[in-house]
Protein backbone atom coordinates (compact mmCIF):
# COMPACT_ATOMS: atom_id res chain seq x y z
CA UNK A 1 0.00 0.00 0.00
CA UNK A 2 1.08 3.25 -0.69
CA UNK A 3 -0.62 7.24 0.47
CA UNK A 4 0.53 10.26 -1.07
CA UNK A 5 -0.29 13.81 0.05
CA UNK A 6 -0.23 16.21 -2.30
CA UNK A 7 1.05 20.01 -0.97
CA UNK A 8 1.79 23.48 -2.13
CA UNK A 9 -1.42 24.35 -4.42
CA UNK A 10 -2.74 28.02 -4.33
CA UNK A 11 -3.47 30.75 -5.87
CA UNK A 12 -1.05 32.44 -7.93
CA UNK A 13 -1.33 35.08 -10.74
CA UNK A 14 -0.61 34.63 -14.67
CA UNK A 15 2.95 33.80 -15.06
CA UNK A 16 3.48 33.09 -11.41
CA UNK A 17 5.18 29.89 -10.18
CA UNK A 18 4.50 27.08 -7.91
CA UNK A 19 5.92 23.78 -6.86
CA UNK A 20 3.47 20.66 -6.14
CA UNK A 21 4.87 17.96 -3.83
CA UNK A 22 4.02 14.84 -3.00
CA UNK A 23 5.19 12.53 -0.24
CA UNK A 24 4.59 9.13 -0.35
CA UNK A 25 4.73 6.51 2.62
CA UNK A 26 6.22 2.64 1.83
CA UNK A 27 9.43 1.57 1.88
CA UNK A 28 9.49 0.87 -1.60
CA UNK A 29 8.63 4.20 -3.00
CA UNK A 30 11.65 4.33 -5.40
CA UNK A 31 10.00 1.22 -7.01
CA UNK A 32 6.93 2.63 -7.82
CA UNK A 33 6.28 5.30 -11.11
CA UNK A 34 5.08 8.18 -10.36
CA UNK A 35 2.29 10.96 -12.38
CA UNK A 36 0.73 14.04 -12.21
CA UNK A 37 -2.88 14.35 -13.28
CA UNK A 38 -5.25 17.43 -13.40
CA UNK A 39 -8.73 18.03 -13.57
CA UNK A 40 -10.95 21.41 -14.24
CA UNK A 41 -13.87 22.23 -13.56
CA UNK A 42 -16.43 20.43 -16.04
CA UNK A 43 -13.04 18.67 -17.91
CA UNK A 44 -11.87 15.06 -17.50
CA UNK A 45 -8.99 14.24 -15.80
CA UNK A 46 -5.83 14.75 -17.87
CA UNK A 47 -1.79 13.89 -17.31
CA UNK A 48 0.23 16.66 -16.86
CA UNK A 49 3.67 15.26 -16.18
CA UNK A 50 4.83 11.15 -15.50
CA UNK A 51 8.12 9.80 -14.29
CA UNK A 52 9.33 5.99 -14.24
CA UNK A 53 11.05 4.88 -11.15
CA UNK A 54 14.24 5.69 -11.30
CA UNK A 55 13.60 9.21 -13.58
CA UNK A 56 15.17 7.38 -16.46
CA UNK A 57 11.77 8.33 -18.43
CA UNK A 58 9.71 11.23 -18.23
CA UNK A 59 6.47 12.38 -20.01
CA UNK A 60 4.97 15.71 -20.39
CA UNK A 61 1.45 16.81 -22.14
CA UNK A 62 2.25 19.40 -24.83
CA UNK A 63 0.59 21.77 -22.92
CA UNK A 64 2.75 22.16 -20.14
CA UNK A 65 6.14 20.82 -22.19
CA UNK A 66 8.88 24.09 -21.15
CA UNK A 67 7.23 25.12 -18.24
CA UNK A 68 6.09 22.70 -15.76
CA UNK A 69 9.09 19.84 -14.42
CA UNK A 70 8.56 16.69 -12.90
CA UNK A 71 11.44 15.56 -10.14
CA UNK A 72 11.61 12.54 -7.47
CA UNK A 73 13.78 12.67 -4.43
CA UNK A 74 13.55 8.76 -3.64
CA UNK A 75 15.35 9.20 -0.38
CA UNK A 76 12.73 11.59 0.66
CA UNK A 77 9.92 9.56 -0.97
CA UNK A 78 8.44 12.80 -2.28
CA UNK A 79 7.87 13.89 -6.49
CA UNK A 80 7.79 17.46 -7.10
CA UNK A 81 5.75 19.57 -9.89
CA UNK A 82 7.75 22.37 -10.67
CA UNK A 83 5.37 24.81 -12.08
CA UNK A 84 6.39 28.27 -14.34
CA UNK A 85 4.76 30.51 -16.43
CA UNK A 86 1.26 29.53 -15.37
CA UNK A 87 -1.81 30.38 -17.28
CA UNK A 88 -5.29 30.65 -16.24
CA UNK A 89 -5.89 27.41 -18.18
CA UNK A 90 -3.82 25.34 -15.75
CA UNK A 91 -6.14 26.29 -12.95
CA UNK A 92 -7.32 22.48 -11.99
CA UNK A 93 -7.09 20.34 -8.62
CA UNK A 94 -3.76 18.51 -9.27
CA UNK A 95 -2.90 14.74 -8.39
CA UNK A 96 -0.24 12.37 -7.97
CA UNK A 97 -0.96 8.91 -8.53
CA UNK A 98 1.91 6.08 -8.19
CA UNK A 99 2.21 2.59 -9.65
CA UNK A 100 4.37 -0.52 -9.21
CA UNK A 101 6.27 -0.62 -11.84
CA UNK A 102 7.37 0.89 -15.30
CA UNK A 103 6.18 4.41 -16.00
CA UNK A 104 3.07 5.17 -17.89
CA UNK A 105 1.16 8.23 -19.13
CA UNK A 106 -2.28 6.40 -18.60
CA UNK A 107 -4.67 7.12 -15.05
CA UNK A 108 -6.28 3.86 -15.80
CA UNK A 109 -2.68 2.16 -14.56
CA UNK A 110 -1.81 4.18 -11.40
CA UNK A 111 -2.96 2.20 -8.35
CA UNK A 112 -2.55 4.93 -5.73
CA UNK A 113 -4.06 8.11 -5.51
CA UNK A 114 -3.63 11.55 -3.65
CA UNK A 115 -6.43 13.47 -2.57
CA UNK A 116 -5.31 16.69 -4.54
CA UNK A 117 -4.33 20.27 -4.68
CA UNK A 118 -6.43 22.88 -5.69
CA UNK A 119 -4.18 25.24 -8.08
CA UNK A 120 -5.84 28.52 -9.60
CA UNK A 121 -4.35 30.98 -11.86
CA UNK A 122 -6.07 34.35 -12.28
CA UNK A 123 -5.62 36.33 -15.50
Known amino acids: QVQLVESGGGLVQAGGSLRLSCAAS????????LGWFRQAPGKEREVVAA????????YYADSVKGRFTISRDNAKNTVYLRMNSLKPEDTAVYYC????????????????WGQGTQVTVSS
Open 26 to 33: GRTFNSYS
Open 97 to 112: AARYGGGTRNSYEYDY
Open 51 to 58: INWIGGWI
